[in-house]
């Protein structure tokens, strides 16, 4: 075979093997410029602005940008010894430079992340600070005290540095300290641990009932003949098709304490007019509409894979002697497997990164990780801390996906 | 293009009213419903009809993530927006509104100086304050006959059982907890500056957590109470008055101890048309404008010259205004002025507190 000599050749002298090995690059060729479109799309509108983004989790060059000379000096500072005066002045000429190129705002909203109360004491001390005089040190405690206090500087020091793991520290409840050490958040801050074991909490429980309700209605339909099961799946689809909003508003009027069902429950004396089940703006109104809504996720995948499950196995079963549990346990059961890792798997990952059920009906304890990422994105403008979480919450599922090939295997998994 | 939409709305408009062609158009942004309408009736009409120019008028739920947007992206659109007073601070500190020359305000229509005309704290280095609204709470007096009188009734879940209504954030809430405590109004941010005090202000709302229903929007709190979801509520006041004079509700307010703040007007900074803007405000901010819009809405006007001047409701004539307002001598005794100051400086630290508060 080696010996191309003897090889075949083309009509135009060249070794088959290349003629052979050109076409094929061709054809890929071809199919790759086929798929560049959707490619481009997807790096250009999907990963990069992902990937930019989560840098924020960690990289923050705000304040080492608009306080250069500050940042500099800070570097060299211990963050134990008493700052000197040499840090007060550059701090000073920074402070006038931001004052007049109108960054001091954002300087001291990043430092106030750093040290509660910061804010004010950067943008009072920026107005005055062009009429500040040597000794610099004495100017600025004599606009306010504050600036003797060691803490200011070390949240400065903090803030100044451009790579930090301090965002990431405090999606998960710790915090980093100025000279680099990380400690666990006071205890009446912790808030984002709860929160991911909650957001786990709920996504597992819907999962599971969809799976509960999911099962029997799949096996259902499968099992019908086409006419009816037909006629059953669009029920099952209507609200598949129907708006996110519109069904979740529809929740609150059934559940609500006024609501249809809390008046049903008074009128068959299972609840007094005076005290009516909470069934809403709390985590059971998130698990009732969560899993009304991604019911369909489970459904669907399950019915393609039973529909596709010949009903002579557990005929045969029962036939050589096997009772109906046993039918469906040994020979049913393990044939819908991959539907049910495809639908658990749709509906935990949907279920994950819910937002705007949770927000409208969770009250304060059915609240998930998402609400809290869009209070940072929009209400307190802490982009970075929203980074973080998101990047938490982005390795936790990637963490999910690799056990969930470990225990059931990616490939035994059907979508239909 | 859309500012060329613009200007084509505002010739059609100047056309179709009959007045002479717009000299030029300002797009004026607020806060939409019931509040744009009685700025577009006490201001804008009255503007256009003085001027020549013409408002168009665009409606945003406020913080500064579009401004922001526009100011850096360098496409401002929008040249005068009605912002609350943090906002006014924040942008002005990052340089999205512009520096604003008190002294050509327009002296009060008796005559006052602009600085002395208004309440204080109406000026920033780039806002002037319109109006005054409040958080106030409020019930069903169709439900309670004896309804609550003091904040205190509020956090009182013996005297008045019920559930009640509370914004999820802790502004307000921590105000109206120390005050409900016994805390006298005017040393309300002096102890919520300690420790001590946040712990105190929590310990109060733990008393009635497992009784709160949490709202988020404006509009949310009048249709708790409407819906009976809830016992009474915290609500800004114009919202209930609303839903009492346009809708005939029979809620009533309690004044107690209400947390009240002033909106402003901002100039974008690089807006198109800033001189136009800044006419617009001034025009906008004087006594009659002020007064003339309080026959809309229940937000006081922040001029006191305007309050003598204050009739009675646009529809109703035997509607008094002037007891309405948050400002009314009756129901100012306990007022709270909001510290903006004291939120910029905490809100990172007391909104994560308050978040970790509710989840456990």
Known sequence: MSDTTTSLVAADGTPLKRKLAQSLMRSRARAFGLALPLLAFILVLFVYPIANFLTQAFYDARFATLMPGTTEVLKDWDAVSAPTEEMAAVLVADLVVSKKEKTIGKVATRVNRELSGTRSLFTKTARSAKKMEAPYMEALIKKDKDWGDIEVWQAMKTASRVYTPAYLAAAVDLKMLADGSIVRQDEDRRIHVILFWRTLEISFLVTLFCFMLGYPVAYMLSTLPARTSNLLLILVLLPFWTSLLVRTTAWIAMLQAQGVLNDLFVVFGLAADDDRFSLIYNKTGTLIAMTHILLPFMILPLYSVMKTIPPSYVRAAKSMGATNWTAFWRVYFPQSVPGIGAGALLVFILAIGYYITPALVGGQDGQMISNFIDFHMRKSLNWNLAAAMGLVMLVFVLFMFWIYDRIVGIDNMKLG | MKTIMSLTTASVLAISAGTAFAEGSITAVSWGGAYTKSQVEAYHKPWTAATGNTVVSEDYSGGLAEVKAQ?????????????????????????????????????????????????????????????????????????????????????????????????????????????????????????????????????????????????????????????????????????????????????????????FDVDMWAIVNGAPNAELAMDFLKFSTATEQLAAQASYISYGPARKSSAPLVGSYHSNASLEMGPQMPTAPDNFATAISNDFEFWADNQDELNERFNAWLAN
């Open chain 2, 71 to 259: 100011v850096e992206s360098g496409s401002v659109t929008w040249d005068i927006i009605d912002v609350e007073k943090s906002d006014a601070v924040r942008g002005c500190d990052e340089g999205l509104f512009m520096e604003i020359d008190h002294s050509a305000l327009p002296n009060g229509a008796d005559g006052s100086a602009a600085a002395d005309d208004f309440i204080p704290g109406s000026f920033t280095d780039c806002a002037v304050a319109n109006i005054v609204w409040s958080t106030i709470f409020a019930y069903d007096s169709s439900v309670m006959a004896n309804g609550p009188t003091s904040i205190a009734d509020f956090f009182n879940l013996d005297a008045f059982p019920g559930k009640r209504g509370l914004r999820k954030s802790p502004k307000a809430n921590l105000e109206m907890a120390l005050a409900a405590d016994g805390v006298a109004s005017a040393d309300i941010y002096e102890v919520l500056g300690t420790d001590e005090g946040v712990d105190r202000a929590f310990a109060k709302l733990d008393t009635i957590k497992d009784s709160v229903v949490w709202w988020e929007a404006g509009a949310q709190p009048p249709q708790l109470l409407a819906d009976g979801e809830v016992a009474m509520t915290t609500a800004y006041n114009g919202r209930i008055f609303n839903a009492v004079a346009s809708e005939g509700k029979p809620f009533e307010i309690v004044w107690d101890a209400q947390v």
